[in-house]
């Protein structure tokens, strides 16, 4: 059927997506799940507005492979335009159903009916029939593909006032997974090493089961944890275990010499995705820089966390999972059974942003689980959560350009290394859950890729949207690093907009031009401009602002993903020894807002996460191993150092819903990057832009 | 009373003081006073995050201070009055940072923010009350957010800090 977004046609049975019989409510099941970011309640605020319902009558229900549609991961900021979508369509099919039903109790037409908070009624009637009454007279076990398109109702609730509705219980006490309990459940932890490419060999396992309290230890293969009564009893015996294991080491780790210089040893796969005839005209004006980020940690505050329990031949687990359907078939995969043979619930955890140790701990409990007869919760330590959940991978961008006298750009080229931004669980054919490569009959990786294109991995954002003449763009997909990495918020995009951002600059400043005024004479796309010209507004840029004396301000725009939301940032910054950040106006389009506070929310999370993964953060080792194991090692943004945020949202009428997220990240950095270099007269290129290497710009 | 019972080595019987309810526990006493609120109390809302005394996920009230759960040991706490968010309807102050949170929506995943509520409710109920600048600082050392929710967080500390100058005006 035409219309019918992807992810209903999908799923298309609307017993997936809603049911009827939990007066006085109706039940909603997505496939997006709630990672912290507020989705559950945008969608909420769809799914009320199409039904006609109240918000409060909307009961969002956990994400369940048996259960709910299967949307894929959440993540990329898709999950109000697609999961959004596919519940609005759904929904207003379910209100015509409804209608229908009503009319015949009511003796009426449907089409005379009106529906408020859950009551469809004939105009000027008091009495009528709520949709918990209906249920029965409802077959919602029909195909969204077999019924008429629906009149969408559009738009969304009155939202000034809107709060989450998830948000009270956990601020009140139990709401994560975490906190999940059983009178039988039991508690189990499991053994990593301190260095990437050690394995361990033996360890001595009865003195683990000889402690009080502990119900089995479980080896198989490299793999080792124990589960206990209470996770105190599982930690020491963990610890017995550590003090006694003997541990293999692989390869030797290259130097981190902080500057990603492992990557002149790699050998890459190389793209060259776009190459467009040179120029004929001479450019008189040449630049080229290189510029990089390092490995970034996830660095959750909550420890990943799962619970598994056998019975039957059947496994159950419950997961912060971003995608529960991919996860239910790489366990089946890794443990030999029909998917249909594992179910996956999805219970809240700490905030994600990416791709974490979540997926990994759940073959962990599983693991544990398999040799007791009650369902195991499963922690990660702050050490594992900080050196075992996948980084964001470093990053080192090469650009070079021409320009004609006049200062127009007429070639441009970028060159992007980077081990791959993709390697969640699910994708390519293998099993990418941490000890499955661990188990005496492992399962190999998945062979190496990263995300494809249009969206990308290490090449997100590699191509930039002003008009720059002839583009070169290449992709080198580097083999694993000494570090696994996989997805973190907005992946490539982070540093491939703060090289291109950063270079726009030191283009502008070659051709005497405003960094402003240089970028909109290089940009045609409308709504790009928009949201330059609105944040200049805001921010109150001053074209040609002397710069120096330690305070600075900086431009950074980009598309996220160059098909999502659109977003220009402004950054000022006072520089003495470090970098304070003190201002940062956004301007953002994310076209059609549901939840306008939970857009602002996502957006100034955004910003305050950027400017922390651009001033302060980098995961490195040393030939002993990981050198983050606790807090103290990764230090991120503090309160103290928090600027004054302001953000406008601007969009064209009738714009689609786009994801805001991830579209601050890599405007942000090149914002304060290009602050820094105007506070400073001096650039630097190498993130994180700490003490160090702003002194040393300065006395290069 | 509430009495519950494990076995273990070093165990001993407890005497604690909970949200206002007396507790006789059989314990270790170097068990953390966070294992102790959440399995053996069922407290779940102090939370558990790093367990090194660097995150304040775990942050509880001891006689009204501010104190991580998670590297207090429950020994040291006996006799002492334990407040967790569990006790918000009892604790005034508590329950005006919740309802200045919730009203600003201060809080993306939520993790860190019961523990980030105990340290401003005790704090604000000091005499005299600290500035912002003491609080921020106390927040600097002691706590941490991912979701980068500090700007709205330091937002409600200025409303709560206008609210009780006009309550003390
Ligand atoms: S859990 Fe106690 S400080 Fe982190
Ligand atoms: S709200 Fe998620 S860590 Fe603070």
Redesign the interface.
Known sequence: MSGCPANLKANPLLSRWFRLDQQPVVGVRSGKVE????VSTALAMIAATELGLDIDQIDILPADTAHGPDEGYTAGSFSVEHGGAAIRWAAAQVRELAAQAAATVLGARADQLVVEAGQFRRPGHNEGVTYWHLHDRINLDVSALDLAAPVLHGGTIDNAQM??P???G???????I??M?WPDLLHGRVLRPDHPQDRLMTCDEASARAL??VVAVVRDGHFAGVVAH????ALAAIALLRRSAQWERGAALPVDDGLNGWMDHATPVSTCFLDEAQPEKDCPIQHAARYSRPFIAH?????ACAVAYWHDGQLQVWSHSQGIYPLRRQLARTFGLEAEHVNVTHA??????GHNGADDVVLDAALLARSVKAPVMC?W??ADELSWSPFGAAMRMELSAGLDANGQILVWNHAVWSPTHLARPGFGDGVNLLAAGDLAKPHARPPLADAPRPQGGGDRNAVPLYDVGARKITHHLLPQGPLRSSALRALGAHANVFAIESFMDELAGLAGRDPLEFRMAHLSEPRGRAVIEAVAKAADWTVNAPGGEGHGRGLGFARYKNLGAYCAVVAEVEVAETVRLVKVTAAVDAGEVIHR??LL??I??????AA?WTLKEAAGWTQDGFKTR???DYP?????E?PA?NIVLVAPEGAASLGGGECAAGPVAAAIGNAVAHALGVRVRDMPLTPERITQAIHA | MVTTQTSGIGVQSQNLIINGTEVNLSVDGEMPLLSVLRDRMDLKGSRIGCTEGYCGACTVLVDGKPVQSCNTPVWSVTGKAVTTIEAVDRHPVLAEVQRVFIGLQAAQCGYCTNGIMMTLAGLLSQSPRPDRAHIVAHLDERHLCRCGVHARVLKAIDQLLSHSERASA
């Open positions: 990672l912290g970011q507020g709060q989450r998830d948000l009270i956990k601020l009140s006490g139990a709401g994560f975490q906190d309990t009080p309290g209470s996770d105190e009893v660095a959750s505050i909550g420890p809240h955890g700490a905030g994600c942003y922690l330590t702050r506070d939970g929310n996502q100034e999370g955004g910003i305050i996460q922390s606790s807090w103290a991120i943004l503090n309160f103290s928090i945020i």
